[in-house]
């Protein structure tokens, strides 16, 4: 993902270009598509998409995630170097939900940060009505699925023609024990309609469905759940989010899915993995165990079609473990010390 100065004018110029167009495109979708913001109905039609790989120079690094903001709140703390070196200047996910307020005004101030240094964002999109239902830690999300549509059809619309990936929803299709059969049709129908307006609203980002870990569900059932949600119109899919379990581990389940997909439903997917926190594989335990270790940077291939950080090293998985009086999400420096260093 590096070229010279010159290929990054042609490609911001293409861009620009393609914006054009893409406006253009838009333009007889205007009053249907405020209607559908008002109704929360059909999906806008999809449009052919980029390869945002290929229109930046590397990964972006958020100057502002929580670990990078601590370091600079806490110069003087003896951890602090670690966590800015070790963790902060890592190229890692962004999470959206009903914590970021606008979404259209966070989703496109962090997209045009990466778009100004010609960086690629990695994005989440965790706001699914009943989020996290069987796990318990990360509750909530938007109240409807009519606002989630909107909210949804929002972040698209504010990434627009810029490149990015985003990762759709972690654990919604891990497990659906606690969910009823009305319940998980509407997850799917929500799932589906996220991505054909990631599809039409924004041509220049991949999108991946997260499809659990390798110790969650079989593969079989995995692949069941990514087609029910409409996979086939996905980029692909991600796996391992907020887990631990060694790279090797999830290229085989990666591969035992797409073995499914092809055989049943006559495709296979490109997939991502969360190393964030696999450096010491998984204890068994996913809710802030101890003696993890952070993993290999964020790259091109390493057995998948890319090696990702989406959980932020030093982030709670929740009040439990090593976490203990902690909530999801919220970053805990000694816990960030020790992942950096294996114990």
Not at 79 to 86: E, N
Not at 243 to 272: D, I, M, Q, R, W
Request: some cysteine.
């Amino acid at each position: 993902m590096t070229r010279t100065r010159s290929t990054t004018r042609v490609r911001r110029l293409t861009r620009t270009l393609a914006a054009s167009a893409f406006a253009c495109l838009l333009l007889p979708l205007g009053a249907g598509h405020a209607a559908g913001a008002a109704n929360a109905t059909a999906a806008p039609a999809p449009v052919a998409q980029g390869d945002p790989t290929g229109m930046t120079s590397g990964f972006y690094t958020d100057p502002n995630s929580t670990p990078a903001v601590w370091a600079a709140a806490n110069p003087g703390d003896g951890r602090a170097a670690a966590i800015r070196d070790g963790i902060a200047s890592r190229p890692m996910a962004r999470w959206f939900g009903s914590w970021s307020g606008d979404i259209g005004a966070a989703v496109g101030s962090y997209v045009g940060a990466a778009d100004a240094a010609d960086k690629l964002p990695v994005l989440i999109a965790y706001n699914i009505p009943g989020r996290d239902a069987c796990g318990g830690h990360s509750g909530g999300g938007a109240g409807t699925p009519s606002a989630y549509r909107t909210w949804i059809s929002a972040f698209a619309s504010a990434i627009g023609s810029r490149p990015a990936l985003v990762v759709i929803e972690p654990d919604s299709l891990g497990d659906f024990s606690c969910l009823s059969q009305e319940r998980i049709d509407e997850r799917n129908g929500m799932l589906r309609d996220a991505l054909a307006r990631f599809a039409a609203l924004a041509p220049n980002t991949w999108t991946y469905l997260d499809a659990g870990n390798p110790a969650w569900i079989s593969a079989s059932t995995m692949a069941q759940h990514l087609d029910g949600a409409g996979a086939r119109q996905a980029h692909g899919f991600s796996l391992n989010v907020s887990n631990y379990y060694a790279t090797g581990e999830n290229t085989a389940y990666g591969n035992a899915v797409n073995a499914s997909l092809s055989a049943f439903h006559g495709y296979t997917k490109p997939y991502v993995v969360d190393t964030s926190r696999n450096g010491n594989g998984s204890s068994g335990e996913w809710c802030n165990p101890g003696g993890r270790r952070t993993g290999a940077v964020a790259r091109l291939g390493g057995g998948a079609e890319m090696s990702l950080w989406l959980k932020t090293p030093g982030e709670s998985d929740g009040d439990c473990g090593v976490g203990a009086g902690s909530a999801a999400g919220q970053f805990l420096p000694e816990v960030a010390y020790k992942m950096i260093h294996g114990y």
